[in-house]
């Protein structure tokens, strides 16, 4: 996935701004980053601030995490080719994309609402490798 042109000066920036701050340091979790675009998983309201270093609101009440805590959870999360992740409660579904650069499932359990607005703003990232669980009636 290409990230659009009018976000990649701010993605750079944002970037240079973890590498120098010493919260990313992992190659595969800064191509991540690259690769699944944060203004795709926000509000339309917040898209001038997609890539400030700094949680914002998505729906009821939640925040899509700040990148330079999603960058440091990424890296000492440490995965490996063919395991699999399972992340209660998943909010706008970014910071369950970051870690998971290639084949492994992701189990994502969740309530209905807010559904993960990924399904909404970014609907490539729900491949054959998510299941997202509705936990409302039990």
């Not at 944060?38 to 309201?45: A, G, Y």
């Not at 001038?48 to 960058?71: C, F, W």
């Not at 084949?103 to 609907?123: G, L, M």
Request: with cysteine.
């Amino acid at each position: 996935m290409q990230i659009d042109k009018k976000y990649q000066s701010l993605l750079d920036d944002l970037i240079n701004f973890l590498k120098n701050m010493k919260f990313l340091t992992d190659n595969n979790v800064e191509s991540a980053f690259r690769n699944i675009p944060r203004h795709e998983f926000i509000l339309s309201s917040e898209l001038d601030r997609a890539y400030y270093n700094e949680p914002l609101p998505i729906m009821k009440h939640q925040t899509i995490s700040q990148p330079g805590v999603v960058s440091r959870m990424s890296e000492w999360l440490d995965v490996k080719d063919g395991q699999n992740i399972l992340e209660i409660g998943t909010g706008s579904g970014w910071q369950t994309a970051i870690p998971v650069p290639t084949k492994q499932e992701r189990i994502a359990v969740c309530q209905p609402e807010p559904v993960p607005i990924s399904r909404i703003f970014c609907p490539s990232l729900t491949s054959s490798h998510s299941l997202i669980l509705d936990t409302t009636p039990g």
